[in-house]
């Protein structure tokens, strides 16, 4: 498909985003290109159906379209904006779904953070840096407690605030936020000790 | 909220786990300035969106990037920018936003409906800025009116509050003034009645000093009468010295009883500190008695014994030093002899 090989979606450089800007196609379809399966992984692992997933990026890429005028690196780093934008867009389609007595994803475990065996090998269709972020997310993220990474993942995927969880997990309001409080800390920490560099927190 | 509870709410916040209260107070404590916050968000924002990388990746269609990259073209005719769908959730570019000021939009947009959209997304952004910061200024302001004008309601009660007390203040001092007033009349009225009961008294011993002395003379012109009525009685008269020549007396004189009467007239007026001295002169004189002078330099003295009448040859009145002595020792001014 694409001769030349692929950016990392985590090495998205903020003059890209400044050509787009400044009306640049093929800066766009580059950066598609860099950020598509990242967000799509997400907006898939949130609403559970490619095909919803799918009409999602076209809204968000049109929203980026729109306004990245907006963006400024100092609002931090391009693909922090470009997931942020995406989980806010798929979070909406999900309560709107749930709203309309739709199918809502199925709870935690079904769908958990990180698959049993994370799937690490290296992507013929992916860079580098893209492979090393994901291991050490991964990583990251199973050295967690279980009860830390479900109240992550239903926080983040599932678009629950934090007293939902507690209802959900039966929990005290207390308990649960200690559990995010903790996961987010040890994640800032094990990030801030392995990220690579240009990829500081 | 606290600092310390906003600070420990940063993480949850950038996961999207706050509720929408708890999301706009940190958005406000934000958009006060908080550097410490700022930087705790903005680490804890790109953890959470580093979150997908551990997922497995999942490619999307192929037909995707085509129908994405038409997008922009199609909606470049489209004079107004199209909102996009629903705002339930927290807008990316809003915390942005919120973290940093928004960047001069780039001049050279060639597409039309992206300076337009740049233009109203400014717009719409600093409105909302705009707008939420008149709604809190105006909220501000509301809370302030509201607290002067309970302020001021508490300052007219105190005030009123303080003018009853200074009114009860001076009806205690008139009540005061009044109470002081009728206790100097009391005082007064006693030391009026106390003084009335001391006349009282005075003019009760003065009574019975009268009534002593009118019974006194009563039993003396009785002990005379009964002398004078009694054919028995003799009578002596006593004449003037040289040193009283218009005075003179007489002396009743009872043998039975031994009791004697002596009138005296014409008498000169005593010197302080003398009497008059009754002698009865047998071989030697014998006291009878001392005597003063009334008003009418008169004297009437009661002898109530005498003694053995008929051997008393003479009678003389000298004048003595006050209580009398033993023997004559000054003039003579009345003599006589049975």
């Known amino acids: 498909m694409e001769s030349a090989p692929r950016q990392a979606a985590s090495a998205i450089e903020p003059k890209l985003l400044a050509r787009v800007a400044k009306g640049d196609q093929q800066a766009f379809g580059q950066l598609y290109d860099q950020s598509s399966t990242l967000l799509f992984t997400l907006a898939y692992r949130i609403l559970n159906d490619r095909d919803e997933a799918a009409e999602l990026l076209q809204d968000v890429y049109l929203e980026v379209w729109r306004k990245i005028a907006k963006y400024d690196v100092g609002r931090g780093s391009p693909i922090a904006w470009l997931v942020t934008l995406t989980r806010s867009r798929a979070i909406d389609r999900l309560r709107s779904r749930a709203s309309r007595g739709q199918h809502v994803v199925a709870d935690s475990f079904e769908h958990p953070l990180v698959s049993v065996t994370p799937d690490v090998s290296p992507n013929p269709y992916e860079a580098r840096e893209d492979t090393e972020m994901r291991q050490l997310m991964a990583k990251a993220i199973l050295d967690l407690p279980l009860p830390q990474q479900q109240a992550i993942e239903m926080a983040f995927y599932q678009g629950l605030t934090h007293t939902e969880i507690a209802a959900k997990l039966n929990q005290p309001l207390g308990t649960v936020k200690t559990r995010i409080k903790l996961a987010m800390s040890k994640l800032r920490a094990s990030l801030h000790e392995t990220l690579p560099q240009g990829h500081q927190l | ?338």
Request: proline share 7%; hydrophobic share 40%; glycine share 6%.
């Open chain 2, 1 to 338: 909220m606290t600092h310390e509870e906003l600070e420990e709410a940063v993480p949850l916040y950038a996961i999207g786990a706050l509720e929408r209260s708890e999301r706009q107070a940190i958005e406000a404590h934000l958009l006060s300035g908080c550097a410490a916050c700022h930087a705790a968000l903005k680490d804890y924002q790109t953890v959470a969106s580093l979150l997908p990388f551990g997922l497995t990746p999942a490619t999307p269609p192929n037909t995707l990037k085509a129908k994405i990259l038409m997008a922009p073209a199609s909606t470049a005719s489209q004079a107004e920018p199209e909102q996009p769908g629903p705002r339930s959730s927290l807008e990316p570019g809003e915390w942005m936003n919120h973290l940093f000021p928004p960047i001069t939009p780039a001049r050279s947009l060639p597409f039309r409906f992206a300076m337009g959209f740049a233009a109203a997304v400014i717009l719409f952004g600093g409105g909302y800025l705009a707008w939420m910061n008149y709604t809190r200024t105006a909220q501000r302001s509301g809370e302030i009116q509201q607290l002067q004008a309970t302020v001021q309601q508490e300052t007219s009660r105190v005030a009123s509050l303080q003018s009853e007390l200074r009114q009860r203040e001076q009806t205690l001092d008139g009540l005061k003034s009044d109470l002081d007033q009728r206790t100097t009349e009391v005082a007064e009225l006693r030391d009026q009645l106390l003084q009335r009961e001391a006349e009282l008294d005075d003019a009760h011993t003065q009574l019975t000093q009268h009534d002593s002395s009118l019974q006194r003379l009563a039993r003396q012109s009785e002990e005379f009468a009964a002398l004078f009525k009694n054919p028995a009685s003799k009578v002596v008269s006593l004449s003037g010295s040289d040193m009283a020549k218009s005075a003179g007396a007489f002396l009743l004189f009872d043998p039975a009883t031994k009791k004697a009467w002596l009138y005296a007239f014409n008498l000169p007026a005593l010197p302080s500190g003398k009497v008059y001295q009754l002698w009865a002169i047998d071989d030697k004189p014998v006291s009878a008695g001392v005597f003063g002078l009334d008003a009418g330099q008169k004297a009437r003295m009661l002898i109530k014994n005498m003694g053995e009448f008929p051997r008393m040859k003479k009678f003389a009145v000298t004048v003595e030093p006050d209580g009398g002595r033993p023997e004559p020792t000054g003039a003579i001014y009345l003599i006589g002899q049975i």
